[in-house]
């Protein structure tokens, strides 16, 4: 019993001891501000989801268009595939758009937690597809892209909005949004 008290106390001690020393020089990476964050989400085209998995996580790059009037983020993707079977199964996902120096001299990421529902009407899913072809041609994207929207990369990048090959996604219900910089 009374080695037991002792044995406790110096482990006390020892990880007090720790805190101070180890811990108190580590540098917490510091969060952006809404202003910086939607900056970082508005320069940008390329996210990654991670989709909840049978036994582990899958995660796959999107490119997006962020409606900044209504703070929505949408991804164009195939109709077919991995993500839509997660997607299906369960809509939960966490959204990441990151920027970075390659020598990672500055850094900066911000991932957003919600849910994902597909685009139904027709209206609006042709909106957005518009949204996304303008994105496309105005940030120079070469047409091999479109590959990954389940078209050839002699196709024009209008071809989005001339057929059904594509499914428009809206993320929905943010409950958490981590944001953070490099200090």
């Not at 303008?134 to 389940?150: H, Y």
């Not at 990048?157 to 910089?181: F, G, M, P, Y």
Request: glycine share 2%; net charge negative.
């Amino acid at each position: 019993m009374q080695f037991t008290i002792i044995f406790r106390k110096i482990l006390l001690s020892i990880m007090t001891i720790f805190n101070k020393v180890i811990l108190m020089d580590m540098v917490k990476i510091p969060a952006m501000s809404k202003e910086e964050y939607d900056k970082l989400i508005i320069e940008n085209y390329m996210s990654r989801i991670a989709f909840a998995g049978e036994n582990h996580p899958y995660i796959a790059p999107f490119m997006y268009v962020f409606d900044e009037e209504n703070e929505f983020l949408y991804f164009l993707s195939t109709k077919y595939g991995i993500k839509r079977e997660m997607i299906d199964k369960n809509p939960r996902v966490a959204v990441e758009i990151d920027k970075y120096n390659e020598d990672m001299s500055s850094y900066k990421f911000v991932t957003l937690r919600g849910s994902i529902e597909e685009i139904e009407d027709a209206k609006a899913d042709k909106e957005i597809k518009n949204k996304f072809v303008n994105m496309l041609k105005n940030k120079g994207i070469s047409s091999t892209a479109l590959a990954a929207l389940g078209y050839s990369p002699d196709n024009s990048i209008d071809s989005i909005l001339e057929d059904n090959r594509t499914t428009v996604w809206k993320l929905i219900d943010v409950n958490k949004i981590t944001a953070l910089k490099n200090p």
